[in-house]
């Protein structure tokens, strides 16, 4: 459990609600794609079409189906995550994180992960358990708040994928070598 349900509301996406988006599903680029390794541009410009790309980043991380979706993931070198906040099922609620920076961390847990642009692989990866972030909304309006657990887990993550890091890239090397050996095999089937 969270304890930051208060910070849920405020942070939430009013702009998403209030107005209908047409939404679009994007393509969701897989490792080795070279887009993934590349780092960000701090987002500047506070429009429409921001607000478009979060609800198309919202709606192509449920499609998919995943609980948090960076920028870079689907070719856009714009620094803005999604991550599902969702209490149950019916209701799908997500933030978007604009410009986010991991500010502090503390403790440290290993936990299973897996990623939608690295395919039918999942090791543990060790973080932080409670970071602090400091961001901004769709608006620019600067948002900051902490985070615990697992909701930690997929901020880190996330942005993460901004600096052009996957999650593979936190595992021992034989690990990683494991899994681009497994890498070529699925390639190589889908030939
Ligand atoms: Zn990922």
């Known amino acids: 459990m969270y304890h ?3 910070l849920y509301k405020s942070i939430l996406i009013p702009e998403i609600r209030r107005y209908t988006y047409v939404m679009a599903l994007k393509k969701i680029l897989t490792y080795p794609e070279p887009v993934l390794r590349k780092k960000a541009k701090r987002i500047t410009i506070f429009d429409d079409a921001l607000k478009q790309l979060a609800a198309d980043m919202g709606e192509t991380m449920y499609n998919a189906p995943g609980v948090g979706l960076a920028a870079n993931q689907i070719g856009v070198l714009k620094q803005i995550v999604v991550v599902d906040i969702s209490k149950d099922e019916k209701e799908k609620e997500f933030i978007a ?3 986010p920076v991991i500010s502090e961390g503390e403790g440290c847990v290993a936990g299973e992960e897996g990623c939608l642009s690295v395919r039918e ?3 543990k990866v060790e973080r ?3 970071i602090h972030v400091a961001a901004q909304d769709l608006d620019g309006e600067p948002i900051s708040f902490d985070a615990e657990d697992r909701f930690a887990r997929i901020i880190q ?3 993460d994928h901004l600096q052009g890091t996957l999650f593979i890239d936190h595992l021992s090397t034989l ?3 494991l899994y681009k050996r497994k890498l070529k095999k699925i390639l190589k089937a889908g030939e």
């Open 121 to 123: 692989y999942e090791a």
């Open 4 to 6: 930051h349900d208060y």
């Open 175 to 177: 690990k990683k070598n």
């Open 128 to 130: 932080f358990q409670k």
């Open 97 to 99: 994180l604009v410009n």
């Open 157 to 159: 993550h996330e942005v």
